[in-house]
Each structure stands twice: as structure tokens, then as C-alpha cells.
């Protein structure tokens, strides 16, 4: 075997972990109805099967990524490719939706260890910077046909009469996929040279999960139970964990150690206003599918199947567009994306117009969701790199690791809060009428903030005007 197809075969290896990662993700939305049917759950741990596996993944992704560079990314590949198996199968045996959701969020801390090595091993097997992009590009690719695939088997598997239950199916089939990653990266990933330089900041991985957990936890489980003493307490604790990780970071920041996040990444505008615009948008990016798969199939009493052949041609317009405009935004800068959050909004519009009636057509459906999966496309992909256009070399694998791990937390705050709405006002024994209320509602609610999301990408300095790195930095 050549050294190129060796490369490219590693390439194929390490991308199964984003691959697994994300359609774990999108494979969860439809299937949440047959979910809380099998463990008889309540709304509340039916957002913690979203939730949760994303609070394991963001708190720790950063953590995943040292690991790698300190320990060799190929061992903490593999052992995070085993917990992510394992884990799946404790999902897909759970009988309870506490022992569903432990086993999620185990799930999550194993993606963010193995997902973190997919970046670093481009980099380590393509030097040479034109096969790099090109191998971010196909990486990209496997990402978005993940959340196409996983939003099909979604919908397919719970509908599959098997052995066991076809809602437990969409965990179980991380086995074999699972095994045949291990097995390829044992024999075909060569370990990286290890960087044991820095120490990890395992103090401000345990606050910044303290504080996330007692931020998102609260906002689902309060709502639930009427919101008692302790919700409130736990809210109030999160402010004071967030001041202090806060803190904390600052202080190792100015005693040159290497903290969890670098505060001085916030010097730079555009990053800051990135930010900002990514909390915003993942607030609606995963309570969208949340909220949809669930309204399409109880209140509108759509099979599970067709909502996956739905949601699919959602995942489809976001791929085309996806490839689009990463292409465009080079030539147009932010107005590809301004232009996607518009066509959002539009696509949400149509939702409350069209996909609210009972025996509405499918067509419709298709389109509607097609349109909204467009710009999705259109935003998602420069999104980050735009945020990241003016960071330093140095700071480009912190700043990375921060986006991400902001990202990750948006998208579970997102499935409790903007979720939290919906199921506030479905109720506990909805009736149609309760649903579509709780639909619109959800909704607008998203609309809003898409539209501070515009707001943010207006005052984001344009992709096409470049300034130096002083003008940059906020002051």
C-alpha cells in the first residue's frame, strides 16, 4: 500500500468518529416519541436524551483534544471509540429514562474524545496546505451526510419490527459501526508524536460542567415539576460558577499556565461577535428537530418513517447549500449568511402558515423543510469561519476548542429552554388544538432569535474587508 492510499484510508478511519458523532445527534430527534413510548418517560427526561449527551460532549470536547496531544491521538481515538460503543448499547438496553440518559451522557463524554483527534489527524497526515483543504472538505461532507443519514434512520428504525424494539435499533447499530472503526484504527492509524508540554486545566473542566449542569438541568426538569426551591437555587449556583470559571481562567491566563479557555481570545471582535451569534442560533438548531419530530408525529399523527423521509429532504437542502456557500462566502462575505438566517425565517414563517393543518400535503412538507434546510447550509459552515478569520496561529486550536464547546452548550440550553416552551404549553394530556398553540409558540420564539442572530451578522465586521490584527482587537 502507497503512502497516499495509506493516508486517505486514515483519513476514512477517523472521520467514522465525527461520522457516529453527529448522527447520533440527529438519529435521536425523530425517534423521540417511540423513545418515551418504550420507557415510558416524561417530556423532561425526553429533552435530557437530546440534552444531556451534549452537555457530556461540550464540557469535555477541549479536554478530548489535549488528551490527544498529550497521551497520543490514536489511544484516546480508540478509547473513545469504545466508551461511544459501550455506551450505545447501554442506551439501546435501557429500561428506564434515568438509565437512557446516564448512558447518553457517557456517550457524549465519549464523542468528545474521539471526535477532538478527526482535526488533528488532517493535520498530522496532510502538511501540505492544498490536500489539507481538501481533506477538511470531505470531512465537512461525511458531517452533513451524517445528520441526513440519521434523520432517515431516525425515522425508519422505530417503525422496524425486530428482535427488540425498533426505537432501541438507532443505538444498536453503533455496534458493528463501532467495531469496524476500532479494528480499522488499530491496524491502520500510526500514533502521533505525544506534546506533554502543557497540563490540563482539570479544575476548570469540573467547574465549567458544574456550572453548564446546573444552568441546563433546572431549565428542564424545573419547568416540569413546577419549578421548586431547588431549580432556583441550582440557576443562582450557575451564575456564581460561571463568575468564578470566569475568574478562574483569568487568573491562569495571566500565570502563563493553559487554561480551559484563553480570555484573550475575546480581545478579538469578530470572535466575540461570532460567539455571540452561535449561542443564539444553536438555541433554535437543535430545538427545531426536537420540536418538529414531535409535533409532526403526536400531533399531526404522522408515522415515524414519514417524518425521516421529511426531515431528510430538510438534511438534503442543507448538504447542496452546505457545499454552496462555501464557495459563495469567499466572493460575497456575510450576506450568504445574512441571506440564510433570512431564509430561515422565511422557511419557520411558512411552518406556522402551512405545516400546522392536519393532512396538509406532503409536498408542502418537503418544500417547506427543503427551504429551511437551505439556509441552514448557508449559515452553519462560515459561521466558524468567520468567527475565527482574525485569530492568531496560536490561538487557532484554543479558539476551535472554545466555539465548539459554546456551541455544543447553545444547542442543549436550546433543547430545554426554546423545548421547554413547547411542552409547557402542549400539556401534560394535549389535545390538537394544545399542540399547534405549543408549535407557534416554540415557533416564533425561534424567530426571534434568528433575528438577533441578523443583528449580530450586521455589526460583524464584513468577510471582504480586512483589517490588521490591531484594528481587530476590541479594546
Known sequence: MNSKTSKWLSMAVVSSAIFLAVIDIFIVNVALPAIKKGINGTNGELQLVVAIYLLGYSCFLITGGRLGDYYGRKKMFILGMLGFTISSCFCGMAASGFQLNLARFFQGISASLMTPQGISYI??????????????GIYGVIAGSASVIGQFLGGLLPDTHFAVEGWRLIFFINLPLGMIALLAAVFLLKETVRDTSQKFDYGGVVILTLALFCLIFPVIEGRELGWPVWSIALFVLSIVLFILFIQDQKRKSAMNKAPLIDVRLFRYRDFKIGLYASVFYFL???????????????????????????????????????????????RFGKKVLQSGILMMIFALILH???????????????????????????????????????????????????????QQSAIALGAGAVGGIFFYFAGDAPRFQDYVFAYKSAMITSIVLLLIVSVFLLIMPDHNHTKTGDEQVGH
Open 123 to 136: 493535520q498530522f497526515l496532510f502538511p501540505e496546505a492544498k490536500e489539507r483543504m481538501k481533506a477538511i
Open 284 to 330: 433554535v438548531q437543535e430545538s427545531y428537530f426536537l420540536i418538529t419530530g414531535v409535533f409532526f408525529q403526536d400531533g399531526l399523527a404522522i408515522s415515524s418513517h414519514t417524518t425521516g423521509y421529511y426531515f431528510a429532504s430538510q438534511g438534503i437542502g442543507y448538504v447542496i447549500a452546505s457545499v454552496l456557500s462555501v464557495k459563495l462566502v469567499h
Open 352 to 406: 406556522l402558515i402551512f405545516l400546522v393543518i392536519s393532512g396538509a400535503n406532503p409536498v408542502a412538507f418537503m418544500v417547506i423543510l427543503f427551504i429551511y434546510g437551505v439556509g441552514c447550509g448557508s449559515v452553519l459552515p462560515s459561521l466558524l469561519a468567520l468567527s475565527l478569520k482574525t485569530i492568531p496561529n496560536q490561538f487557532a486550536g484554543t479558539a476551535s476548542g472554545t466555539y465548539y464547546t459554546v
